[in-house]
């Protein structure tokens, strides 16, 4: 008797607690066509590329300027502490210049530039492989003055479902031999910035 | 009435040292609600200042090349230098008056005097550190974890709270009492000399040197031309635009009596040289700022000498020599 209470309680208990954490957060989901996207494995592009990632990190926001940062080497940060049906990929000038430097905009994370105040909204470095030829890549992305902002703003699919990145066709278009480095805001920033949003489906 | 005239003396300069606004300056751009000043928080900012312990080899602390008597500038050194007798591209400007400035460095690329000090800590030819390495080494030490507990309340320090105490100092590094201040003031007065260079300034030089901060923070080639040996190209740093290549900020004249060397690039030497330079337009080398050119009209040598009598009179002794600034005995 005093067992069956308790596993009740105990299972209310467990419904709160799940409830609890789950509610207003949404997952992430990264993939590569129809595999799991994981940092240092090769994923064939284009066909013939092969192209593997060291490194993949980027800010997501939603409009109440709550911001998270997204990290590859770190499955934990692939749980968005919110679920707002619009997200925030980049950011914009006034959260990107706040000064705030504290949380997930500590510049210890690698994603400020000092120098020249702004945050990077994308970091990849990778490897390609093409015909008997390895390409490094290394791609600072960000750019929060007009023309070159790096900003957007996507709806998530469906309200309960974990938002899913599709990193296929982004893969395929990055300028890995007519630039393989960028360190700074500018038209091409631009272009990988946009084709790294249009992954979100 | 006897008591009352050191009080409002006192209202001017408070004695602590902590940030003021002096009467009828704008409104300061430092965003105070987001780090709210404290005598601790600036006292702990002033250790910070003066502690070797945020470079790398712990050989240099921001006063290495941020010296109190010459205005929080280096003395005697063209461009800053690091650990490792690393030599750095810019001349060390003087600190003053921060609470007003937009956006920071020569080239205007930092927006936020928190952030500003990332720079100078983790350049390689300065303090050459990281924010890992500098937080490491404060953690460790009880005496600084005790004094950012006091602050901010936490038993870790962050980045935001060594970023932020570092601003509670230099933000109060407030310069406005030299003599053209009590002038203002009606407190005092100018000699003939210096009345003949202040009118001679606000003819040719308060557009960009406005006052009372004495600079329009604005970006402008002054005509002394690239520096044949440092590929520095200034505001287009920034921007990428090509019409910013070799545009530099207009710097204060407050203290620059004490501030030398001069120009971005601590070329010049001798403040009598800037006049020089600036009353001379067969000397100067493209580009040259609008600003510049529309002048064009060439100075006496007596004006010259007149100029220089007021520039003068910006020399704030009592910013220069207050020892709530300086090196604190720990």
Known sequence: MIAKNTLTLMSLWLYFILFGITYGQRNIIIKVGSEPFNLNSNYLINGVDSIRIDLFKFYIGNQRGDYQLVDASDVDTYQLPFDDKFLIIGMDSVTNTSGKLDGVFDPLLGMYWAWNTGYIQLKIKGNCYSQGFNSSFDYHIGGYQVPYLTYKVVKVQSNNAPLTIDLKHFFSVLPIYSTPKIMLPGPIAQEIFYNFTSSFK | ?330
Not at chain 2, 112 to 138: F, R, Y
Not at chain 2, 244 to 263: C, H, K
Not at chain 2, 288 to 309: G, T, V
């Open chain 2, 1 to 330: 009435m006897l008591i009352g005239i050191p009080l409002i003396s006192l209202m001017f300069v408070p004695i602590d040292g902590l940030f003021y606004r002096p009467e009828k300056w704008p409104k300061p751009i430092y965003n105070f609600r987001d780090n709210p000043l404290t005598f601790e928080g600036y006292t702990l900012g002033r250790t910070l200042f003066y502690d070797p312990i945020l470079s790398k080899d712990s050989t240099i602390s921001c006063s290495s090349c941020h010296l109190q008597f010459t205005a929080f500038a280096h003395v005697d050194h063209p461009t800053s230098h690091g650990i490792n007798s690393r030599a750095g591209k810019r001349n060390a400007p003087g600190l003053m008056n921060l609470a007003w400035y937009p956006n920071f460095h020569w080239d205007g690329g930092v927006l936020s005097l928190n952030g500003q000090a990332i720079n100078p800590l983790t350049h390689p030819d300065e303090m050459g550190e990281t924010l890992e390495g500098v937080l490491v080494k404060l953690n460790r030490n009880e005496a600084y974890k005790s004094e950012f507990k006091k602050v901010f309340g936490t038993e870790r320090i962050t980045t935001s709270h060594l970023l932020k105490a570092l601003a509670q100092f230099t933000v109060s590094l407030v310069s406005a009492n030299s003599k053209y201040d009590s002038v203002m003031r009606k407190e005092s007065s100018f000699n003939e000399q210096e009345q003949r260079g202040y009118s001679l300034f606000l003819k040719h030089c308060n557009q960009c040197h406005t006052a009372p901060l004495f600079t329009n923070f604005e970006f402008k080639a002054n005509g002394i031309g690239p520096n044949a040996l440092i590929n520095d190209s200034g505001r287009r740093v920034i921007t990428g635009k090509a019409s910013d290549a070799y545009l530099f900020r207009i710097p204060t004249l407050r203290n620059i009596e004490y501030s030398f060397p001069y120009m971005h690039d601590g070329r010049i030497t001798k403040l009598k040289d800037v006049i020089h330079h600036y009353a001379n337009s067969s000397n100067w080398v493209y580009p040259i700022s609008k600003e510049l050119k529309l002048k064009n009209n060439s100075l006496s040598p007596e004006d010259q000498k007149d100029l220089i009598k007021f520039l003068k009179t910006l020399t704030d002794k009592e910013f220069l020599f207050n020892p709530s600034f300086g090196y604190r005995l720990k």
